[in-house]
């Protein structure tokens, strides 16, 4: 198999290092070779982070080149935004549509970019879900970008029943039953 470049955005605290090791931890299951890379920026005070997820017959290294994502998960508009560079030509873009102010733009310094989305859309093939209010739905906001990866699940050569059983094994086992709904709310989108 070629190996199959995925990105990772989102702001520290939004869950892109679980989501990573539960997209590694399936590549892991069917029998791939799989490296992982996390890059934290300022995660802890709402910084950007990016985890890299690389898998295939025989994978070199853990970082995704500029133009070599297959598909690029952001947890946030201004991330997917931020990071569409790293895609493939014919690659996508799974967005939660969803604003987080950076520091820049809360202290006056800058102003949040209008039309992300639209101007993704026009260069990629791009899906978005406002995954926080489908989370709401569910009541544990914690779980929309499990929400998200069921969205970028249907983009990737894995069976709905592989996502869940590691998802099951990965996420804290209070939260599985719940992690489990959120990936269907995404997944059946």
Do not use: C
Request: net charge negative; proline share 3%.
């Amino acid at each position: 198999m070629e190996t199959k470049n995925i990105m990772i955005v989102g702001v520290g605290g939004q869950g892109t290092l679980l989501t990573s090791r539960i997209l590694g931890g399936l590549a892991i299951q069917a029998d791939y070779d799989v490296k992982l890379s996390e890059v934290h920026g300022m995660a802890q005070r709402g910084g950007s982070v990016v985890t890299y997820v690389r898998y295939g017959d025989s994978v070199a290294e853990p970082i995704v080149e500029e133009g070599q994502a297959d598909v690029l998960i952001a947890f946030e508009r201004l991330e997917a935004k931020r990071y569409a560079h790293f895609l493939k030509k014919d690659g996508v873009i799974i967005v939660n549509d969803q604003r987080m102010d950076p520091i820049t733009v809360v202290t006056g310094a800058a102003q949040y970019p209008e039309g992300i989305l639209e101007e993704l859309a026009a260069k990629h093939k791009l899906y978005s879900i406002d995954a926080m209010a489908e989370a709401k739905k569910l009541g544990n906001s914690k779980v929309f970008n499990i929400i998200v990866l069921g969205v970028a699940a249907q983009h990737m050569d894995y069976a709905k029943e592989d996502w869940l059983k590691v998802i099951e094994l990965t996420v804290p086992p209070k939260t599985v039953e719940i992690n489990k709904k959120a990936f269907e709310v995404g997944y059946n989108r």
